[in-house]
């Protein structure tokens, strides 16, 4: 089996973890069992113990000092921004609906590198950029009658996750993905707390049920970052990337057995441009910027 072949396999696995993770999450928060907010802390609270001992396996340093200092910073504002606005987007907005805004999460990390880290983009992902942003608008719909507030969760979860993966970029070579896992579980249970400060009744322990739902949250996405990790080191950053995307179609699928949404006409044109100008601008930028040279990380 190829490098490309095993690591496109293992982008997929992490895809659907992170799409069984993102169900799991819907189930215990939706069934009123936990709070998004204590939901959110326990998931994070697994998370980074998970990847902590996962460290001292490797015999890497739990805490680094790159953890306070200005890159990584901006980077975990931008984790807990994330995990905060699409844990509320998992809670109150279609799952097929949010899923689908967050495949727009890599057009804006090229958005940003442009803005911020003055990479150079030609005319033809300009172009992607900006067909994927109108399959945003469609799928949010902002005219009086057909847009709903709740969906700008799913919009500022996507903005924290593209800051979150563009500031991996400007990150320090020395700090590990695993290190990176810690750091990022950390900021999901800040997150958490952050969320907890407005729900009623504060820190309700969570129902047995719901308890068993978020565990199976945590279990799921520490796999899917895992694979996730593995996908990236193991085949062409132009092959592996694309494959991303099975998230949506895993997801869509999970909508609509489990919880059955069934996505209107305008979401499913929304999704297919995101995702058709997202997979051009992740073969292109890859190919520009060489295989192996983009850090990422899970959501």
């Not at 295989?291 to 990380?297: C, E, I, L, N, W």
């Given at each position: 089996?190829?490098?490309?072949?095993?690591?496109?396999?293992f982008?997929?696995?992490?895809?659907?973890?992170?799409?069984?993770?993102?169900?799991?999450?819907?189930?215990?928060?939706g069934?009123?069992?936990?709070?998004?907010?204590?939901?959110?802390?326990?998931?994070?609270?697994?998370?980074?113990?998970?990847?902590?001992?996962?460290?001292h396996?490797?015999?890497?340093?739990?805490?680094?000092?790159?953890?306070?200092?200005?890159?990584?910073?901006?980077?975990?504002?931008?984790?807990?921004?994330?995990?905060?606005?699409?844990?509320?987007?998992l809670?109150?907005?279609?799952?097929?609906?949010?899923?689908?805004?967050?495949?727009?999460?890599?057009?804006?990390?090229?958005?940003?590198?442009?803005?911020?880290?003055?990479?150079?983009?030609?005319?033809?992902?300009?172009?992607?950029?900006?067909?994927?942003f109108?399959?945003?608008?469609?799928?949010?719909?902002?005219?009086?009658?057909?847009?709903?507030?709740?969906?700008?969760?799913?919009?500022?979860?996507?903005?924290?996750?593209a800051?979150?993966?563009?500031?991996?970029?400007?990150?320090?070579?020395?700090?590990?993905?695993?290190?990176?896992?810690?750091?990022?579980?950390?900021m999901?249970?800040?997150?958490?707390?952050?969320?907890?400060?407005?729900?009623?009744?504060?820190?309700?322990?969570?129902?047995?049920?719901?308890?068993?739902?978020?565990?199976?949250?945590?279990?799921?996405?520490?796999?899917?970052?895992?694979?996730?990790?593995k996908?990236?080191?193991?085949?062409?950053?132009?092959?592996?990337?694309?494959?991303?995307?099975?998230?949506?179609?895993?997801?869509?699928?999970?909508?609509?057995?489990?919880?059955?949404?069934?996505?209107?006409?305008?979401?499913?044109?929304?999704a297919?441009?995101?995702?058709g100008?997202?997979?051009?601008?992740?073969?292109?930028?890859?190919?520009?910027?060489g295989?192996?040279?983009?850090?990422?990380?899970g959501?």
């Open positions: 089996m190829s490098d490309n072949l095993r690591g496109s396999l982008m997929m696995l992490a895809m659907l973890g992170f799409a069984i993770e993102d169900a799991f999450f819907k189930s215990a928060t069934s009123g069992g936990v709070s998004p907010g204590v939901g959110t802390m326990i998931f994070g609270f697994f998370g980074t113990v998970s990847f902590a001992l996962l460290a396996w490797k015999r890497e340093a739990v805490f680094r000092r790159a953890y306070i200092e200005r890159p990584l910073l901006i980077r975990s504002g931008f984790e807990i921004l994330g995990r905060l606005f699409f844990a509320l987007s809670a109150f907005v279609p799952l097929s609906t949010t899923s689908a805004i967050l495949q727009a999460a890599p057009l804006m990390v090229t958005l940003g590198a442009v803005v911020v880290l003055k990479e150079p983009v030609g005319m033809r992902r300009w172009i992607a950029m900006i067909v994927g109108l399959g945003v608008l469609l799928i949010l719909r902002p005219t009086p009658s057909g847009f709903d507030s709740t969906v700008i969760f799913a919009v500022l979860g996507m903005i924290g996750f800051g979150r993966d563009l500031m991996t970029r400007a990150s320090p070579p020395e700090v590990s993905s695993t290190q990176l896992g810690i750091l990022g579980f950390l999901v249970f800040i997150a958490g707390c952050v969320i907890t400060i407005f729900e009623t009744p504060t820190l309700a322990a969570p129902t047995p049920t719901a308890f068993a739902l978020i565990m199976g949250t945590a279990v799921s996405g520490v796999f899917a970052y895992s694979a996730l990790t996908a990236m080191r193991t085949g062409e950053v132009s092959v592996v990337a694309p494959f991303r995307y099975s998230r949506l179609l895993i997801a869509l699928a999970i909508a609509f057995i489990i919880f059955g949404e069934r996505p209107d006409a305008l979401t499913l044109v929304g297919s441009l995101i995702v100008s997202g997979t051009y601008t992740l073969i292109r930028g890859a190919r520009k910027d295989a192996g040279s983009v850090r990422q990380t959501v």
